[in-house]
């Protein structure tokens, strides 16, 4: 009985130790489960607004101080050759000194009409604004702008005949208060006369005289400066609404 006992307890200490040498293994099958450490995260770039970006782009030109707010539209006045003239047609009128000098590079001064022309607009601009029809007008002038007495005397024919510088624009007659057709048009005609040298004479009509009215521009290099328009202020026929007569 001793014995067997011995034999038992020999059998499970062999036993004991074969199973704590053996490796514990994982089944194949098995998914090893593991904690990843949380990372940092960085931050996504911050977007803008496209119409936001085109914005700053936008705002980030400066803009050009000498650049005029509102340039004149030189393609708004035309001029063609007419019988015995140059027909200027104004889709637009000057209304600055700025913009006679901007006409005066397609409508240049190696050619009298044009100055011719471009007074009349400084005279329609005068009506409503002295300084800036004295001004154009200074402009055509050149070397010799207008002295006191041609303002004061300019200011006097004004003063009660503010639809005189209308009066000489295509369709303008006393009937209907000298209110030129649309568009604005002007012929400035050649003046038969000759004139005496380094001057030039050209023509301006109205309905409301009888004969053409002269305007005599004086040459310097080859071109020409507004010299002598006194006889476009002249007194002409009254409109209708102020001839008792009518």
């Not at 980030?60 to 340039?71: H, I, N």
């Not at 568009?183 to 409301?208: M, R, S």
Request: hydrophobic residues 35%; glycine residues 4%.
């Amino acid at each position: 009985m001793k014995k067997m006992i011995s034999i038992l307890l020999t059998v499970c200490l062999l036993l004991t130790g074969c199973t704590a040498g053996v490796p514990t293994q994982t089944p194949e099958n098995s998914t090893a489960v593991t904690q990843s450490t949380p990372q940092e995260s960085t931050p996504a770039p911050e977007q803008t607004n496209g119409a936001e970006s085109a914005a700053t782009d936008s705002a980030e030109v400066p803009a050009d101080p000498t650049a005029p707010a509102d340039a004149f539209d030189t393609s708004a006045v035309t001029a063609v050759a007419v019988t015995d003239g140059i027909q200027y047609t104004f889709a637009a009128l000057p209304q600055t000194a700025a913009d006679i000098t901007a006409l005066l590079e397609v409508l240049p001064r190696t050619d009298a009409h044009n100055v011719a022309a471009l007074f009349h607009t400084a005279l329609v601009r005068y009506i409503n604004s002295p300084a800036d029809g004295t001004a154009m007008i200074d402009v055509l002038r050149g070397p010799q702008p207008m002295s006191d007495t041609d303002k004061d005397f300019m200011k006097e024919r004004f003063s009660d005949k503010k639809y005189l510088p209308r009066a000489y624009f295509e369709g303008a007659e006393p009937g209907n208060e000298y209110q030129p057709a649309e568009p604005w048009t002007l012929i400035i005609y050649d003046d038969p006369v000759a004139p005496p040298e380094g001057y030039h004479y050209v023509n301006v009509t109205t309905a409301g005289a009888d004969s053409p009215r002269r305007i005599v521009t004086r040459l310097k290099d080859g071109e020409h400066y507004l010299w002598e328009y006194n006889g476009t202020l002249l007194s002409i026929r009254l409109p209708a609404s102020e001839d008792p007569w009518a």
